[in-house]
């Protein structure tokens, strides 16, 4: 049964490789996707690497193997080419918990405010923000916008209590997290600690402050796996989706790296987006071969959504070449 899965997968990845040269189609794919699905990708990063990349491609069809927020920031930033989601039925809890009318209605409470928008919200929640971020360009965001200048950050409210923290502004927050980053236990984690007591924590800043206290590096996904790089240590507690592990382990072979436990027993005792997951090999090559399900969007609100994204990716690029 194992020799005939192995089989199955090697085959659907020959096909997708074969069709992907076919269709002139290129592959993103986040670091949360399934193995397999990283395997075929033509590039594997996180939310500001595929943003760039969605920017820069010359191919027909862009997939990603992603989230569908994902997907719409690359038919945003690409309306000539045909973006396609394995699954339509991908989304994310962090993104439903801000819905344009709700934030519509919120926003009107601060006329005065600069609206700062996490990319992991909905192109009708992008349209009415003034720029977007990143959980890896997010501090350089914040620090750009001049310091009298009040802010609204949504719509996860743990990355917006580490930028306050860190920028040391005074941000109004939208109340909404990310299911997966919120749901780590720091009791276990400390016990987890007490069993590996030389392990460094890395932590993403989605998660809540309790385990951002316990942090020995905090960043977004491609932060972490340059820290765990550079650094000389051998062994991490790692406290994003248990998707890094794989590229962790690819990289680094001669460390080690163990997940940081979620609060409700599963099945990896970690944490995992079950909406990530639901991309899979299979649908993968379903999508490409019939080239859908596709992204569309409004060209009104395309329009909208996209200029807080080029001013992200402006103001990220400057940062950059300073």
């Known amino acids: 049964m194992i020799a005939e899965t192995h089989l199955l997968k090697h085959n659907l990845q020959k096909e997708i490789v074969r069709l992907k040269k076919e269709k002139n189609a290129v592959i993103l ?51 000539s080419k045909k973006v396609l989601l394995p699954d339509l039925e991908a989304g994310c809890s962090l993104a439903e918990s801000c819905q344009e009318p709700d934030f519509k209605r919120f926003l009107k409470s601060y006329p005065e405010h600069v609206v700062v928008s996490y990319i992991n919200c909905s192109a009708a929640v992008k349209a009415l923000s003034d720029v977007i971020c990143t959980s890896a360009n997010a501090v350089d965001i914040i620090n750009a916008i001049p310091k009298e200048q009040p802010i609204v950050f949504a719509p996860d409210k743990n990355l917006g209590a580490y930028l306050a923290k860190k920028t040391g502004r005074d941000l109004v927050l939208w109340d909404g997290v990310c299911e997966v980053h919120d749901a780590f236990s720091l009791a276990k984690l400390l016990g987890l600690l007490n069993q590996h007591p030389s ?18 590096f905090v960043g977004s996904t491609s932060a972490m796996l340059g820290y765990v ?5 051998k062994e991490f507690i790692v406290a994003t989706e248990a998707g890094i592990l794989y590229q962790m382990k690819k990289d680094f072979q001669d460390k080690i790296f163990i997940p940081a436990p979620a609060k409700q027993n599963n099945s990896c005792a970690c944490s995992e987006c079950p ?6 090999l299979e649908k993968l090559y379903d999508c490409l071969k019939h080239e859908s399900p596709e992204i569309k969007l409004e060209h009104q609100l395309r329009e909208r959504a996209l200029a807080p994204i080029h001013k992200m990716l402006s103001i990220t690029n400057k940062s950059r070449s300073n």
Request: proline share 4%; hydrophobic share 40%.
């Open 229 to 233: 790089g550079s650094s000389k240590e």
């Open 199 to 216: 392990a460094k924590v890395v932590v993403h800043p989605e998660s809540d402050a309790s385990i951002l206290g316990l942090a020995d």
């Open 29 to 79: 794919a986040h670091y949360y996707q399934e193995p397999g699905i990283q395997d075929v990708a033509d590039f594997v990063g996180d939310s500001l690497g595929l943003s760039q990349q969605a920017a820069s491609t010359k191919a027909d069809i862009i997939v990603f193997a992603g989230v569908h927020f994902m997907a719409e920031t690359a038919k945003i930033l690409n309306p």
């Open 275 to 280: 909406y990530m997951k639901m991309n899979t």
